[in-house]
């Protein structure tokens, strides 16, 4: 049974290294998922392997379907997506090119050469290509705000309102309404710390206004409030006196230009900053999105990050409590966005994070060159530090001090200094909360290739595929391009609305809409739910019957549309059905009985963890739900054997250090011989360093003692402990393999429960025809 890490929430981060050789040994470094919830920061010069570390520790997550949210300021987390399980040269051509040519190298030969090195590093790893072939079935995306190369971010539904966790919860509230303005004005070049400046009292004022209103705020909603307030003092004093119409004016100016540069469309553009969908993907399952800013001066970067730290915080309160892992947030390269001095509007959402993700089992991970960069007060509350080489004594006695009272019991504090100091590339110095001693490890080589920073042509490229998907589900509608008409007689009783027409061609095409109200009422299952929805059929002259089954339902409220006639227009014949359909009585009741007969609310219910989905919750969101349920189980049942067997295990190598006090004695030079027993598995689910230990590369046969003729009892009875222990070992590995296949997702049922309106409960408000432009020319 191989690579069971897989299987117990274990992160396979490395091999732990000899603190005296720096040689990596058997040992795996695996920590747990859950230690992540007490977040990480990773600290090393350049070159030392932070990036390496952190994209190994998103790979585990991803293939443990725990999702990724990443914030990339120098362009290195996209190789998450240099990931090919065939290790097939072609695959690797592009990714090498640049460096194939500046090295004078032939690309062909030179990808070929980087794809074995690649498998072979994996390989010596441990690691085999279902591994790879796991991580590469991840959904992977990069989104370029501000920039079409990668998947562009809309950020004007962004600015958008707080959840209502966060508008209950005052402070919560405060600190986002705080870092919005904040970083909105820094889009303006406005550097306010939210003491004294007008601008920023303003924005915020506006903000809360509109917030405690429900209502949505856009940049372009704000320019003109920014002129016409929708109140005439602050505080109390009247606007006028505080803040001037004209120097208002001026700040509307600032951000209308702002919004008026062609480079600024492109914020407009792309899917909004919806954190449960890029979390997840169109199945439910983990996903891996990367923001790419590298390409953002400061203002836009700070303006970003803050936008989405906030979104994140404000989806994170509407999620239930957990103590698994279920999701990463990972900054590489912290530098300038979580200050010791300064109050950049990034800082205060991180802070709230760190202090407050940890109860809804959310990680931060943050990376940085240098341990200055990081504010001290956060740092408190960072379980797990990963130390890589630091260049000067001063960043290690900084983060010597910082450490501190955490430093662990086998180490003076000499030793540490003079570690970090010679600390081999890839090595980290890791000190956790959650281990009872300090260990050295080397990063195991990661699945991605590690080519370094993507330009924005090579994001275009890795992400072209997903961007078409985009676009092609925009299909346009095709309207057939002849029999307009300028004028038809409809009879008085039905209703009609013209869509503004912005065709040249001034035509319209006739759909029939209706807004309905149906009131779902279950009362076992506590549910009084009104909903309402709008619908349309699109028509034409051929149509023989209404058949409301190939509606689709409407976003836009059509009942706002003019109900006059334009001038010039031309229309699309009205069938005949239509015309003779007073007041549109008969595609009304059709309507009724298609809502009747197909409008359901859909709960599922999840008998093992005993969950039950709200109305309208979609169903993956609702597996998604499952899903940390089920590892919250599994953890608790894995902690459950943790305790059954630590004792035993403990008895076990009790004996075992005994024994092999009694081979010494007999002969003196005969340890290095020796295997060494422990767990590394056990070793990581409780934390513990074990001080002796078996490296799980050494398997049950190795054990048969060769030298039979001169076997001492005593060597006999070390390695009958030895197999004790790997049996007990086997045991408990087979009882994680039980516990993973009943917790597993896979092997789950949903239940089903359909909820139906009553026919009386379902209002037909108004059912309309509807003219909508036509854009064939
Ligand atoms: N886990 C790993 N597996 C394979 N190669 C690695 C790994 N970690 C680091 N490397 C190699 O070492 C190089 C430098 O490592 P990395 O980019 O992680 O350093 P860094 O600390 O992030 O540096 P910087 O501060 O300049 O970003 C990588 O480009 C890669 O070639
Ligand atoms: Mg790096």
């Known amino acids: 049974m191989k690579d069971i890490y897989e299987k117990a929430g274990l992160f396979y981060l490395g091999k732990d290294v000899d603190k005296t050789t720096q040689e990596p040994t058997n040992l795996l470094t695996l920590l747990k998922s859950k230690n992540f919830t007490t977040h990480a920061a990773i600290i090393g010069m350049t070159g030392s392997g932070k990036t390496g570390l952190g994209i190994g520790l998103i790979e585990e997550a991803a293939i443990d379907n725990i999702p990724a949210i990443i914030i990339d300021p120098k362009g290195d987390m996209g190789n998450l997506l240099l990931c090919d399980p065939s290790f097939d040269a072609k695959s690797f051509e592009p990714w090498i090119a640049s460096e194939a040519s500046s090295k004078n190298e032939n690309v062909h030969d030179y990808a070929k050469k980087t794809a074995l090195m690649w498998e072979d590093g994996i390989k010596k790893w441990g690691q085999d290509r279902d591994r790879v072939q796991k991580f590469y079935d991840v959904k992977k995306s990069i989104y370029t705000p501000g920039s079409l190369s990668g998947l562009p971010i809309n950020i004007i539904s962004s600015l958008g309102m707080p959840s209502l966790e966060i508008l209950s919860d005052s402070d919560s509230y405060a600190s986002y309404i705080k870092s919005t303005a904040t970083s909105i004005l820094s889009l303006v070049g406005i550097d306010s710390n939210g003491i004294d400046s007008k601008e920023y009292i303003l924005i915020a004022q506006l903000l809360n206004n509109a917030w405690l209103n429900h209502q949505e705020v856009s940049l372009a909603s704000l320019i003109s409030q920014v002129i016409e307030p929708p109140f005439d003092s602050i505080g109390i004093l009247p606007l006028e006196s505080f803040y001037p119409k004209n120097d208002r004016f001026a700040l509307a100016t600032k951000f209308n230009s702002l919004l008026a540069s062609p480079d600024f469309a492109m914020w407009l553009q792309g899917e909004s900053l919806d954190i449960q969908k890029l979390l997840y993907d169109e199945n439910g399952k983990a996903k891996v999105s990367i923001f790419a800013i590298s ?48 109050n950049p509007p990034s800082k205060e959402p991180m802070m709230l994070l760190l202090k407050q993700a940890r109860a809804f089992g959310l990680g931060v991970v943050l990376s940085t060159q240098n341990p200055v960069d990081l504010d001290y007060k956060g740092l408190s509350n960072i379980g797990t530090w990963f130390i890589g080489r630091l260049q000067t004594s001063q960043d290690i006695q900084r983060v010597i001090d910082g450490l501190d009272s955490k430093v662990g019991s086998s180490y003076n504090k000499q030793e540490i200094k003079n570690l970090i100091a010679n600390l081999k590339k890839r090595t980290f110095f890791l000190k956790s909360s959650h281990l009872d001693d300090i260990r050295l490890f080397s990063t195991r080589w990661v699945l991605s290739y590690l080519k370094g920073p993507l330009s924005k042509q090579e994001i275009s490229t890795l992400m072209a595929s997903q961007k078409s998907a985009i676009s092609s589900l925009k299909t346009q509608q095709t309207i057939p391009t002849d029999n307009y008409e300028t004028y038809q007689d409809i009879d008085s009783s039905i209703l009609q609305y013209f869509e503004p027409n912005i065709s040249h061609t001034q035509t319209y095409i006739p759909t029939i809409c209706a807004k309905v109200n149906v009131h779902f009422e279950n009362q076992r299952k506590a549910i009084d739910e009104l909903i309402e929805v709008s619908y349309m059929l699109e028509l034409s002259k051929d149509t023989r019957i209404i058949s409301w089954e190939d509606s689709i339902e409407l976003k836009d409220d059509f009942s706002l549309y003019p109900t006059t006639k334009p001038q010039k227009a031309r229309y699309q014949t009205l069938p005949s059905l239509v015309q003779k359909d007073k007041a549109l009585k008969h595609a009304s009741k059709e309507l009724k009985d298609y809502i009747y007969t197909t409008s359901r609310i859909i709960l599922y219910k999840c008998k093992e963890v005993k969950l039950e989905s709200k109305p309208f919750e979609d169903k993956n969101d609702f597996l998604v739900r499952v899903q940390d349920a089920l590892s919250e189980l599994k953890e608790t049942q894995i902690e459950k054997l943790q305790s059954r067997y630590d004792k035993r295990f403990d008895i076990l190598q009790d004996r075992h250090k005994r024994a092999m006090q009694r081979v010494q004695k007999e002969e003196q030079d005969s340890t290095d011989s020796m295997l060494e027993a422990g767990i590394s598995i ?11 230990k078996v490296g799980r590369a050494i398997s049950k046969g190795s054990k048969v003692l060769k030298e039979k003729g001169d076997i001492t009892r005593a060597k006999q009875r070390v390695n009958d402990i030895e197999v004790d222990i790997e049996e007990l070992e086997y045991e408990l590995e087979d009882k994680i393999e039980e516990i993973n296949e009943k917790y597993d997702i896979n092997n789950i049922s949903l239940q089903e429960i359909k909820i139906k309106p009553k026919k009386s409960d379902i209002d037909i408000n108004e059912c309309a025809i509807v003219w909508r432009s036509s854009l064939v020319v």
């Open 682 to 692: 056990l070793g990581a689910l409780f934390g513990r360093t074990t001080s002796t």
């Open 295 to 342: 390409h953002l001066n400061d203002n836009q970067r700070m303006f970003f990050v803050t936008l989405l730290l906030n979104q994140y915080l404000s989806w994170m309160r509407r999620q239930s409590g957990t103590t698994t892992l279920r999701a990463l947030l990972y900054m590489d390269e912290i530098y300038g966005f979580f200050p010791p001095s300064k």
